[in-house]
C-alpha cells in the first residue's frame, strides 16, 4: 500500500483561512460506508443523523497557547519558541527558530523579561530543550504572553483565540485542536442530548506531528509520534452501556477514535485508563469500539486521510473528497466537516 494511493488534488483557495461566524453554520457531507452514498447538509443537522442510544465521545483536550515570541540575550535578536512537551521540572522540549541561534546555553527573554528562558540541550531529532524560569504560574504566564499554534496551511491572524478550542475543552495540553469539535455549539449539545444521545468524553493531547507529511514511500513504514490519552471510568461506563444496548459509539474526530481504539479491551470494553499511543490506523484495520464518525476534511496523504479510509473504505472516502472539491467544500481545520456512518 502506497502513500500515493492516498492522494487527491487540492486547489489552494479551498484551504479555510478562517473560522464562519457561527461555528455550526459549516456545511455537513454525510457518507454511507456501506454504499458510498453522499449528502450535503449544514451541521446543525448533525442532530437528525444521531440516533437516541447513541454515545457521543469527544476530546476535550484544550490547546495550549504554545507559541511564544521573544528576544535572545544579549543580542535582542527575534527567536520564536513552540512548547512541544513538557519534561517537568520547568523544561520543556520546543522547536525554535533561528535553530542555529538558540544553541545550548543561550538565554531568551519573552514579555518584557515576565519569562525568560535557557537552551539546556537537544533531544536526538534536533528539538531544543529549555529551561523556563519564571514567577507564579507557568500556564497562567502562558495564557498572558502566548499565542496559539495554528497549523502552517494558515496564513492569516486568528481575531479570537477561543475560535481555536471546542467549546467543551477542559484539559490543557494540546499542541493543536482536535479541529472537528470546532463545529459544535453549547446549544447543540443540548439538542443532542435532549434527543436521547449520551455525551461522553475522553483526552488525548494532540502533539505537532499531526501536521508532519508521511515521507515513507510504504504506508506500513510510517511511524507516528506517541501522544497521551486517557479515559474516565464515567465515559467506560457510557460506552460499554451504549454497546450492551445496541447503539452506536459515534467519535468526534479522529483523536476519539484513536483514544478509544488504544485503549479498547477485549471485546471492545472499557475501563478507566490512559497511555501513550502511537496506534497507526490504516486500511485493513479492524475497528474495536467505533461504529460512527464525524471529522473534517484531511491534507492528501496523510494518516488521518489513512484512517477515514480504513473506517470507510479508499475508493468511498477518494470519491467523498472529489466530490468535495468540485461542490466547493471548505477544507482542513476551519473547514467543513463529514459524517461517516
Not at 535553530?99 to 527573554?109: C, N
Not at 499565542?147 to 478550542?165: F, G, H, N, S, T
Request: aromatic letters at 10%.
Amino acid at each position: 500500500m502506497k502513500t500515493h494511493d492516498f492522494y487527491y488534488d487540492l486547489p489552494p483557495e479551498l484551504i479555510a483561512q478562517t473560522p464562519l461566524e457561527r461555528r455550526d453554520s459549516s456545511r455537513l457531507m454525510t457518507l454511507d460506508r456501506q454504499t458510498g452514498e453522499l449528502s450535503h447538509r449544514h451541521f446543525y443537522d448533525i442532530v437528525d443523523m444521531l440516533r437516541p442510544g447513541d454515545c457521543l465521545v469527544m476530546n476535550d483536550s484544550r490547546v495550549l497557547p504554545a507559541r511564544l515570541l521573544g528576544r535572545r540575550v544579549p543580542t535582542g535578536g527575534a527567536v520564536e519558541v513552540l512548547l512541544l512537551t513538557d519534561k517537568g521540572g520547568g523544561v520543556w522540549e520546543c522547536l525554535t527558530k533561528p535553530g542555529r541561534k538558540t544553541h545550548t546555553g543561550a538565554r531568551l527573554s519573552f514579555g518584557d523579561g515576565e519569562l525568560t528562558a535557557t537552551v539546556v540541550g537537544e533531544t536526538d531529532g534536533g528539538n531544543k530543550l529549555v529551561q523556563f524560569h519564571y514567577e507564579g504560574i507557568f500556564l497562567e504566564v502562558l495564557e498572558r504572553l502566548g499565542k496559539m499554534p495554528l497549523p502552517p496551511y494558515i496564513k492569516e491572524e486568528l481575531q479570537d483565540p477561543e475560535r481555536y478550542q471546542t467549546v467543551y475543552s477542559r484539559v490543557t495540553g494540546s499542541a493543536a485542536a482536535p479541529t472537528a469539535g470546532l463545529h459544535f455549539t453549547p446549544e447543540l449539545l443540548e439538542k443532542i442530548a435532549a434527543k436521547g444521545v449520551k455525551l461522553a468524553y475522553v483526552t488525548l493531547h494532540v502533539g505537532l506531528g499531526t501536521f508532519r507529511p508521511v515521507k515513507a514511500e510504504e504506508v506500513t513504514e510510517h511511524h507516528m509520534h506517541a501522544e497521551f490519552c486517557m479515559l474516565s471510568q464515567q465515559t467506560a461506563n457510557l460506552i460499554n452501556e451504549t454497546k450492551r444496548a445496541g447503539g452506536r459509539v459515534v467519535c468526534v474526530g479522529t483523536t476519539s477514535c484513536r483514544t478509544l481504539e488504544s485503549l479498547a479491551g477485549d471485546g471492545g470494553t472499557f475501563t478507566e485508563s490512559s497511555a501513550w499511543t502511537d496506534i497507526f490506523i490504516y486500511p485493513g484495520y479492524q475497528f474495536k469500539a467505533m461504529d460512527a464518525l464525524i471529522t473534517n476534511f484531511h491534507l492528501p496523504e496523510s494518516t488521518l486521510v489513512m484512517l477515514v479510509s480504513a473506517f470507510a473504505g479508499r475508493e468511498h472516502v477518494l470519491h467523498a473528497y472529489e466530490t468535495a472539491v468540485q461542490e466547493r467544500y471548505r477544507f482542513f481545520s476551519f473547514g467543513d466537516a463529514m459524517f461517516i456512518y
